[in-house]
């Protein structure tokens, strides 16, 4: 153990804190599960902090501020990731709030859908809602 006036680098605390509390097979474990993380049925801030929670366990695929990025985006929900993909967004913070104003404005429209349609999403509006020409 180190004397009284010994300091440690938070990368070595970070170290010596994982190599106590986090075994190795601990931490490839929940890299794997970090490779392998879709949002699903989460809402968008509950996989942001499964992502967040797990990305600590794999630096090499998030320390790249780019990288960190490319692999949120590609957990999203295909719907969300085609809408958040084309605003070359590069910081993690805005892509998670793009996310979430897309998951927000699905949400309305489709509350409106459901007003207009009573709640039956096949049902189309009736013939005598257009007006047809000749």
Known sequence: MAGPDFVWTWEEFVVRFN???FPEHVQIQRAIEFETLVQGNLSV???EAHF?????FTPHL????????????????PALR?????HCLEMFNQVV???LVYKEDWAI???SREQIFGGDRKRRAPASSFKQHR
């Open 19 to 21: 190599q106590k509390f």
């Open 45 to 47: 801030l509950q996989y």
């Open 52 to 56: 967040l929670a797990l990305s600590r």
């Open 62 to 77: 998030t320390s790249d501020k780019k990288m960190r990025v490319r692999r949120f985006m590609t957990g999203l929900r």
């Open 82 to 86: 085609s809408r958040v993909v084309g």
């Open 97 to 99: 709030h793009r996310a």
């Open 109 to 111: 429209t489709q509350r």
